[in-house]
């Protein structure tokens, strides 16, 4: 008689077992984070197509968890009532906003059936819970003093929280971009109507930020660039001292891949290309 149909049976209670184990372990990390009530103070549209929408939260009552958010990039898990897991969002809004008025600001992409749909449905008054801030954000340090980084330019694309939130942070927290001589916004997304933050442009030019927003799908009244930015980029980019240029890349795994390797072909060094993930 074989032996495998017994082997068999000791083999699968003990994989369910193994499942059973993992399950548990994975719990209890969640059950470990500290969560952290805040209320809602701002839920409404940020893009004209009702995908994207502007959400901020208070809190004033939690010092610690205000004071824990020092680099822009960073970001943290919320949970909402009802919803089957957190979401991960990267902050918006610069650190000294939350140091000076105890607000966190999120770009939120309303994805139906998801933690981040609740929330956008959710309104002013109404309480959240949040983890601590997690991640090393964008590590500008690279880029100092200014003289030595005189050329860096962003890119973002995609939508949402991962996205885009972590370049207004950048922008608004100041990194000396008015000390250099050229810094540039490679911004893309799908239409204008799902181009968060055009209200905040003027305030980044003026701040030393040139705004180079690409569309991938624009109507026919749109004369800027079109297609995808790393296309763009790869098109009209002049690196005239590689040794003196710095990047920093957030969106679609693929614009980074390419837009790295189109900045390390050129001579960028790998140290002075920035990602907050």
């Not at 209670?13 to 009530?37: C, E």
């Not at 330019?153 to 929280?161: L, P």
């Not at 180079?212 to 624009?218: K, R």
């Not at 980019?237 to 710095?246: R, Y």
């Amino acid at each position: 008689m074989s032996v495998f149909p017994s082997l068999r049976r000791l083999a699968v209670p003990r994989l369910r077992r193994s499942l059973s184990s993992l399950a548990v372990v994975a719990a209890v990390r969640q059950d470990s984070i500290t969560w952290t009530q805040a209320p809602l103070t701002v839920v409404h549209p940020a893009a004209g197509d009702g995908t994207l929408f502007h959400v901020s939260i208070d809190v004033s009552d939690s010092p610690d968890l205000a004071g824990s958010f020092t680099v822009p990039g960073q970001y943290l898990q919320l949970r909402v009532p009802e919803a089957p897991k957190p979401a991960f969002l990267a902050i918006a809004s610069p650190p000294s906003t939350a140091s000076s008025k105890g607000v966190f600001e999120f770009l939120i992409k309303k994805v139906p059936g998801s933690t981040a749909e609740l929330l956008c449905e959710m309104r002013s008054g109404d309480v959240v819970e949040l983890s601590a801030v997690m991640g090393k954000g964008f590590d500008v340090d690279q880029f100092s003093p200014p003289e030595a980084v005189s050329t860096v330019f962003i890119f973002a694309t995609g939508s949402g929280s991962g996205r885009r939130s972590p370049i207004r942070s950048l922008i608004e927290s100041g990194f000396s971009a008015d000390k250099r001589s050229d810094v540039k916004l490679f911004y893309g997304a799908r239409n204008l109507q799902r181009m968060a933050y055009q209200d905040r442009f003027r305030d980044w030019e003026s701040s030393g930020v040139r705004i180079v927003p690409v569309l991938s799908q624009p109507d026919d009244k749109w004369s800027g660039e079109r297609g995808y930015v790393q296309a763009v980029f790869s098109r009209v980019k002049q690196i005239l001292n590689p040794s003196f240029t710095g990047a920093v890349l957030c969106g679609h795994n693929q614009m980074m891949e390419d837009v790295t390797s189109a900045l390390v072909a050129d001579g960028v060094s790998k140290d002075k290309i920035l990602k907050n993930f």
